[in-house]
């Protein structure tokens, strides 16, 4: 039986017919009423309309103990006029002098008291509209969409923050505890054109000196995994009401200073001004055209440096604005953190020049996007990216979708791509159950060279239990040696299969019991096998828990192993066959200290075994300290160690000569590519190692893997400050200090896949260091709703220190002492960009 009937039949088991609507009977109600007056957006509520409206009450607790009563109570309301829907909360407190007021950046989440509104106005049941105001009339506002839970996002929030509406809060603290007011424009949020609207709806209270977290509808933790947004109460009583074009148009200007070092030792200096803009236009009330010309994302924190010694590519998160807005559709998940779309990449060789999003939703279901962009220098396009995506809503809550992306580059060597597949997200059993996957193929040309097209394909499936106090997981993963979506998406390894299951449990249901508050864990175990080779890639397994404490400690425990009955790397050798691996274990361990305080530690450890005696240690310290109300400092300390790991050093490649052997002046150049060869006097150990293998050419030359027992040594010191004079006024310093280095030492030669074969006489050195200290200062003033003034001084100093492969008499980089290396970053010629960006935001 193909996939692709499978995939037809469970549609068919999950659609409405067979998986009954997932609103309960008893699904909480909340009643809208229609405005008679005007409303005055002042944290008073003092209006009549207000005390004539339906109140949301009776709050749960979801922190510290689930299902408990409030020690706080709340009661929120709901208008409605024209124009807008008007949320006012008020949240008593019997202890208002304790309110934690706050001030902090717009959409970053900070310990104070918050208000949080969910809204599902498309009424689909995965995707809700947030807006939070805390007591200090900071304000955040971001989008859920998916079914599982997160813990959150780097903001702090549940929800993405990268979303941005223009909308009216005013809060205000009294004797009884503290008032929100929200104004909320229909033009921010996507709804139908029907009559009557049913929304849903959800609410949420944070008071963190209390470490508590109250819902209007409380989705319990086991719940979580099977759908947030599914669960919310139901907003009725909205009448009349029509959608409403947004239309935004943002221009900006920039001006830039760049000092860098020209001539050694010597400053230069180029300064440059420049437009652009943003445009958002409502096409209709659920499309929205999205669109940037000439963009500039200089206010954005740089990427931090590290030390990636693995043979994979290391993937940052995205956090340009225009790529981080409204891209929940153009998701489409492989495996292992692959994606078919991985923004980063453009931009990335070119500036942007422009790009433009299309994206909405149709009455029957249909949500859609299309993305297209062009990069180039001096405005000359050279490179041009597209994506499609379609996703269809079956039932309430399971999913069906495609996507197809475009990649072609004239620049250089032309090359065209296009990869392109399926996705579903089936649901059954009242959202119990879940059958997810997805199935794509890659294409990739470049016309014109001669060279033949690289054609592959990936699978994926589970089959999980996403709703109880046991859950359960599994899955199934085919990728092809030829699969490869990394012009426009992301892969860090292709030419496996894996199979993978495991379960979690909520201990004592998610109650408390002897020590702690609540505690989970999960145990997962997965088994690989090389798609080209058919070799074992090793079974493994991996534990992690998670603890609560009843004086609010935060624990995890985790453990990992690899390779335990054997198994091969067909990737560490970069393209020259398998090696067997060692067996290998990993443990880590955390804990956050109270999280109640104004102040807490997270101090956490990872050691790592290998079967062959060596050893990795990781060491690290985060603390975080809320100074005052308007200033919050922390720190990240990371130390990381390793003692003996075999690990792959280069690729070399020897040549026979009348008297010995000689290694190419080159490392991982194969032995047509390299221009000469260096004798040397291996000792006699060559002859013995190449006789039990085949030489790479009629020469006799051989091209081999070089292992080594590595030593490294890493420091990471990164320091944040936020400074927050007002809620639209803040200054946000962040500075990393990192210092890495290494030595290889003991080299052999991989003989064949299973064996390593030691060479005393290895002529060459693979020492190394790295340096990098970067920081970034930015003042941020929203002088009105939408429209900001940037002002931005970035510096970094990189240095690597790699002595010529040869030099073995100069002393190794890798005998500096760790201070030493820490303050040689400081001699590095600094990069300064000094920057100021002005936006100004239009709406209609």
């Known amino acids: ?62 922190e510290p103990n689930e299902g408990a009563q409030p020690s706080q109570r709340t009661e929120v309301r709901i208008l409605y006029g024209g124009t807008a829907v008007y949320i006012g909360a008020m949240l008593h407190d019997t202890e208002a002098g304790k309110i934690m007021k706050t001030l902090g950046r717009r959409d970053e989440a900070n310990q104070a008291d918050w208000f949080i509104a969910a809204i599902d106005s498309y009424f689909d049941k995965k995707t809700a ?17 998916g079914r599982s839970s997160g813990g ?44 009557v609207q049913r929304w849903g709806i ?38 009349g009401i029509a959608p409403r074009r947004n239309m935004q148009v943002t221009p900006y200007t920039v001006s830039r200073m760049l000092t860098e070092e020209g001539d050694p030792g010597q400053l230069s200096r180029n300064s440059t001004v420049d437009v652009g803009g943003d445009l958002k236009i409502g096409l209709s009330s659920n499309v929205t055209l999205d669109a940037t010309i000439n963009p500039d994302f200089g206010q954005v924190e740089a990427d931090p440096a590290e030390l990636n010694l693995s043979a994979f590519e290391t993937f940052f998160p995205e956090k340009r604005p225009f790529f981080t807005e409204g891209v929940q559709i153009f998701r489409y998940e492989l495996d292992r953190g692959g994606s078919l779309l991985y923004t980063r990449r453009i931009g990335a060789n070119a500036p942007i020049i422009g790009a433009t999003k299309l994206s909405g939703r149709t009455g029957g279901g249909l949500s859609f996007g299309f993305f297209g962009a062009a990069t180039g220098d001096e405005f000359d396009p050279g490179r041009y990216y597209g994506v499609g995506r379609l996703q269809q809503q079956i039932g309430n809550i399971s999913t069906v979708g495609g996507m197809l992306t475009f990649y072609d580059r004239s620049v250089d ?14 649901r059954f059993k009242n959202n119990k159950y879940k059958l997810d996957g997805q199935v794509s193929a890659t294409h990739r040309m470049e016309p014109g060279s001669g060279i033949d097209p690289e054609s592959g394909f990936a699978l994926t499936t589970g089959f999980d239990k996403v709703r109880g106090v046991w859950n359960f997981a599994s899955g199934l993963t085919v990728i092809s040696d030829a699969f490869n979506p990394n012009d426009l998406g992301r892969l860090r390894r292709n030419n496996y299969t894996n199979l993978f299951a495991g379960f979690s449990h909520q201990i004592n249901g998610g109650a408390p019991f002897g020590p702690f508050r609540r505690g989970s864990a999960g145990l997962y175990f997965s088994n690989g096998v090389s798609y080209r080779e058919r070799l ?48 290998e274990l990993n443990v880590e361990f955390s804990i956050t200290t109270d999280t109640r305080r104004k102040w807490q530690l997270e101090p956490e450890t990872e050691i790592e075994f290998f079967g062959d005696g060596g050893r990795a240690y990781a060491f690290g310290l985060d603390a975080e300290w809320n100074v005052s109300s308007r200033v919050n400092l922390s720190a990240d300390v990371g130390v990381g160690r390793e003692n003996g790991v075999t690990e792959w050093a280069s690729n070399e490649s020897f040549a026979p000569i009348a008297d010995g052997w000689a290694i190419g002046e080159t490392s991982r150049d194969a032995p047509d590519e390299v221009e000469a060869y260096r004798a040397f006097d291996d000792g006699g150990d060559l002859d013995a190692i190449f006789a039990e293998m085949e030489p790479y050419d009629e020469f006799g030359r051989f091209y081999v893997p070089v292992f080594g027992e590595r030593d490294t040594r890493s420091m990471d010191l990164t320091l944040r400050s936020d400074i927050t004079l007002s809620p639209t006024l803040s200054i946000q310093l962040y500075g990393q200090l990192f210092a890495a280095r290494g030595q290889y030492h003991d080299f052999s030669l991989l003989q064949d896949r299973d064996t390593l074969t030691p060479i005393d006489a290895y002529p060459k050195q693979h020492d190394f260091s790295i340096n990098s200290f970067q920081t970034n200062t930015v003042l941020r003033w929203e002088y009105r709703p939408g429209s900001t003034l940037f002002i931005v001084w970035s510096q970094s100093r990189r240095g690597d220190d790699d002595l010529d492969a040869f030099d073995l008499a100069t002393r190794s980089p890798f005998r500096q002492r760790s201070t030493d290396q820490l303050i040689d970053t400081f001699d590095i010629f600094p990069t300064n960009v000094f920057l100021i960006k002005l936006s100004y935001k239009f709406l209609r």
Do not use: C
């Open 129 to 145: 509209y947030n807006f939070a105001v805390n007591a200090a009339g900071v304000q955040a506002d971001g989008i859920y969409s």
């Open 536 to 583: 074992d890639n090793g079974f493994g397994f991996f534990f992690r828990s998670d603890w609560q404490t009843h004086g609010f400690n935060e624990i995890e425990l985790g453990a990992r192993s690899d390779y335990l009955f054997g198994g091969y790397d067909v990737t560490e050798t970069r393209g020259l066959g398998p090696r067997a691996r060692p067996r």
């Open 152 to 195: 959150g996002n780097d903001d702090g929030f549940s929800f993405d923050t990268s979303w941005d509406a223009v909308w009216d809060s005013s809060v205000r603290v009294t004797s009884e505890g503290w008032v929100v007011e929200m104004r909320i424009p229909y033009s921010m949020l996507r709804f139908s054109e029907a009559e």
């Open 202 to 239: 959800n609410f949420q209270r944070i008071i963190p000196r209390l470490s508590e977290t109250n819902e209007w509808v409380l989705i319990p933790r086991h719940e979580l995994r099977g759908g947030r947004v599914a669960k919310y109460g139901i907003l009725e009583g909205l009448a």
């Open 1 to 62: 039986m193909s996939i692709l009937t499978l995939l037809l039949s469970a549609v068919l088991l999950a659609s409405p017919t067979a998986d009954p609507d997932p609103e309960r009977p008893d699904a909480r109600v909340l009643t809208a009423q229609p405005i008679q007056g005007a409303i005055n957006v002042d944290g008073r509520l003092d209006e009549a309309d207000w005390q004539t409206a339906s109140i949301a009450t009776d709050f749960q607790q979801f």
């Open 413 to 426: 060597d032309h090359r065209r791509s296009v990869t392109g597949g399926m996705d579903w997200d089936l």
